[in-house]
């Protein structure tokens, strides 16, 4: 009598035997993996960024107004423009700034502080000219269908730095926004978590409210006694029902939720901030205090381990009143921003953390209603800072009143492939299997844009 296993490693000299070890080793690694999902993974290739800071500025800031100089607009003020309407010069001066002398507007004077460790990327495109589809696209890479988003994306190919926090956080997200910072088909703990701003900030008090991080019913124990029950319960389904990734998905937050209890609270405490850091961010000052508490958060996630942070700033969207309320916008987050990049410097984590700027389009230089700007998808601007780009330096260019893209134009899928490649990933590598084909976030299309690499 010969056992199955025998009869594999005594048979045609064990090649079947090496075939099923083979098949074990494969099995037992993807379990392995499979026991945390968020563990931290090898990129294709050396990074140059370990983490994402986006600062997502919703309603579309005006690039003419803010990073890309037109002194052709300014000399062409009122008369008629290229698609209609009277062209409208900026209502701020531009100025050289740092010693790279790169072109910014007075709208942003503490940003402009930082021209040297920037980026302008000001010939951005992409395909959609309203403000659904153009921030889903932003997001996710597409606007028809819903896909993972690009914080997803990056956790699903690097994982996280701290296992009791989660690996993606989107700060403040607008309502009816989820889709922005989900996963999608990935594996539901790849999507980002909600940080909701509530109404109380001290110097213990971040100001930032995560619903039900804790249970004042149960102790630590009695939640652990609980949980273990509520996961062996799910372990039990899986087992019966093989696929299910929505039960793979709450047996992995639960867990999660359960380490964040001791891990989110600390690190959202801000107390122990110096006062001088308070004010770095603008935290004492009515205008900026918002914003600012939301940039201060983002650097203590980061700087815990969290990969990829978004932080949403809003309404840029000035189709009227542009020359009040855009510079209210402005002033809002100029201060909070140039903090964060002070602050991420002098902890020498500018080097490696990637600050990226950008709305979902720009700006039209034709005025709508005498002093306001429609939307503009044709040609905008976007910048990055740290992260291994080049400091002082200017990409790309639109045409002399800023209408459309005519120079390195940079699509939102070219985008999206330099964030990836600035992290380690190869963007045609970075796939995951779903329906009967590879899916991945720039599609078929994207191309690195080497020349702003440092």
């Not at 926004?177 to 213990?204: D, M």
């Not at 700087?303 to 020359?323: C, I, P």
Request: glycine share 10%.
């Amino acid at each position: 009598m010969f056992s199955r296993r025998h009869l594999l490693q005594s048979m045609s000299a064990g090649f079947g035997y090496l075939a099923f070890a083979g098949m074990c080793n494969e099995r037992a690694a993807a379990e392995a993996a499979s026991t945390n999902p968020l563990a931290p993974k090898s990129p294709h290739f050396p990074a140059r960024a370990k983490r994402v800071i986006f600062l997502c500025m919703q309603g579309g800031p005006s690039h003419v107004d803010t990073f890309d100089y037109k002194p052709q607009l300014a000399k062409d003020h009122g008369k008629s423009g290229k698609y209609g309407g009277s062209l409208l010069k900026s209502p701020w001066e531009f100025r050289q700034r740092g010693h790279s002398g790169l072109w910014i507007s007075d709208i942003f004077p503490n940003v402009a502080k930082h021209a040297d460790d920037m980026t302008l990327i000001r010939s951005m495109q992409c395909d959609q000219p309203v403000h659904p589809g153009a921030m889903t696209q932003m997001h996710t890479g597409t606007a028809q269908f819903i896909r993972p988003s690009l914080g997803a994306w990056t956790l699903y190919g690097l994982g996280t730095e701290n296992e009791s926090l989660p690996g993606f956080v989107s700060l403040n997200p607008p309502s009816g926004s989820s889709r922005n910072y989900g996963s999608s088909f990935l594996p539901a703990i790849y999507s980002g978590s909600k940080v909701g701003r509530s109404s109380r900030f001290g110097r213990g008090n971040s100001g930032e409210s995560v619903p039900d991080i804790r249970n004042p019913n149960l102790s630590d124990k009695q939640q652990r006694k609980q949980l273990d029950l509520i996961q062996r319960l799910n372990e039990e389904k899986l087992k019966r029902e093989k696929y299910q990734p929505g039960i793979e998905g709450m047996i992995e937050s639960y867990e999660l939720a359960f380490r964040m209890q001791d891990a989110m609270p600390a690190l959202m405490d801000t107390s122990e901030e110096t006062q001088s850091t308070l004010d770095l961010y603008g935290i004492n000052n009515a205008t900026t205090e918002s914003f600012g508490k939301q940039c201060l958060l983002a650097r203590r996630f980061v700087e815990a381990g969290v990969r990829f942070v978004e932080v949403t700033h809003g309404n840029w969207d000035q189709h009227v009143n542009l020359s009040v309320d855009h510079k209210a916008r402005a002033e809002a987050c100029d201060q909070p921003i140039a903090g964060l990049l002070q602050d991420l410097k002098q902890r020498d984590m500018l080097k490696d953390t990637l600050v990226i700027w950008g709305g979902e389009f720009g700006r039209t230089p034709a005025a709508q209603g005498g002093d306001g700007r429609n939307h503009n998808n044709k040609g905008y601007t976007t910048w990055m800072a740290g992260g291994g780009v080049k400091g002082g330096f200017s990409y790309g260019a639109t045409d002399e009143h800023g209408y459309e893209s005519i120079e390195n134009k940079c699509h939102i899928h070219d985008w999206h492939a330099t964030i990836l490649h600035l992290l380690g990933l190869d963007h045609e590598q970075l796939t995951y299997r779903y329906a009967g084909r590879d899916f991945r976030l720039t599609d078929v299309h994207g191309n690195v844009a080497t020349d702003i690499l440092a």
